[in-house]
């Protein structure tokens, strides 16, 4: 069931690409030979002709091409395989001559159509987000906890305090504030943070991001104090690990103290300091208690050690305007990762694809407590996909629409058409690059689900 929900959220993200493609395709009169949602066998095919509507149930290739009152037309397909969609245009990857073609259209209507497919993305993802944000709220800039004893303590952040940059760096939403330590090379030299006390005051600190603990290598993600301890990442190598924690663990006591939430956890931290000594570790998975030793080890890490928990529903004004940030934010985040890609930053297991998010999204299904938690969290993962796809398809390699725009622009500049054939070639071997890389990832992700 999990892979069926996984393969339609896909399918729903790639349809409405492909439908930027094609609505601008029609609007510049570039014939479009077959418009469909997902691969494979033909289920219905719906075809609009001089006589109305027409439908056939499995049709083939064959008989699709013997109905003459089908030429020329447009052909609304439901596939088989409910995996993506496609929208196939006239002369858009062979010479044809028709005065439909998609190569006999002028240079800013074929760059229009197609950028729509990349800009559509971003439409629904902002549509998504004002959904998701006026259900749930937003997650406010404000500072929700201040680890004591840490240079942000000392320098005189509080609770209550809202952080509005670092660096230079404005701090929108509190994701904001989690993106710039993650992808951002944090060096040793104080940051300048600027901050809003809860008084309303206006203040500048600087302070330093090196934070020495002894630390366990573990990470929980809450929208309130008072959820439960549930683990929702582990370092690789870290003790945690080591002692056979997996994502998905809820902690329930440390050192035989009781800890039902993560404001219990803070508490106790906050009495019983990690130290190098072993912590007896509470745990349940599957609905049974198991109780694991642990030893911490001294680290140190780019962190103020602040926390951002406050969740806010806002008016029509402030949904829109957090939404806007939540897909500012996921677009900055995918562009940040790819250029630590390409630095060489990213470690192979860091990198997923349909196999590992089919699985993320089958673990969240799992893990959501009702069917409208269930919604609420594949509109996260439809957010965060449908950025991803607009900002992968407009990099400038071949055969992603990013490629096919190079081409166009370079059509502008010389005044002239490359030669469809070398563009062709090109575009060719991207596609055997990106296939032999989807090989590669899916590889990599069978094989880190099976490991874990």
Sequence with gaps: MNIIIALLVFTVI?????LGHFLLAKKNGVGVTEFS????????????????????????????DSREDWSGKTKYSWKLFPIGGSCMM????????????FQKKGVWARISIIAAGP???FISAFIFAIILVANTGYNTNEVTYVKPGTPAAEAGIKEGDKIKEINGKNIVIGA????YFALNEVGDEPLTVKYTTSEGEEKKASISPNY???????????KTNEE????????????????????????????GVSLKNTSDMENYLLENPLTENPVSITYERDGVEETTEVTPYYATIKSLQISMGKWEKGNVFQTVRYSASEIRYYIEATVKSLGMLIKGNVKKDDISGAVGIVDMIGDTVDASPSMSAVLLNLLSIAILLSANLGVMNLLPFPALDGGRLVFLFIEVVRGKPIDQEKEGIVH???????????VFVTYNDIARIIGG
């Design 212 to 222: 020495n603990y002894y630390r366990l290598g573990y990470s929980y993600s809450a």
């Design 90 to 101: 006239v002369g858009e990857d062979e010479v044809n001559d028709a005065p439909d073609s």
């Design 14 to 18: 790639i349809v409405l690409h492909e």
């Design 428 to 438: 060719l071997i991207g596609i055997v690059l990106l296939m032999l890389l989807m």
């Design 228 to 255: 439960p301890m549930e683990i929702t990442s582990i370092e690789e190598g870290s003790p945690m690990e080591e002692a056979g924690f997996k994502v998905g663990d809820v902690i329930l006591a440390m050192n």
């Design 176 to 179: 904001d504030y989690n993106i």
């Design 119 to 121: 800009i559509f993305n």
């Design 37 to 64: 949602i997902g691969m494979g066998q033909r289920i219905i095919t719906v075809v609009k002709t001089e006589k109305g509507f027409t439908c056939k149930f499995f049709p083939t290739m064959k008989y699709c």
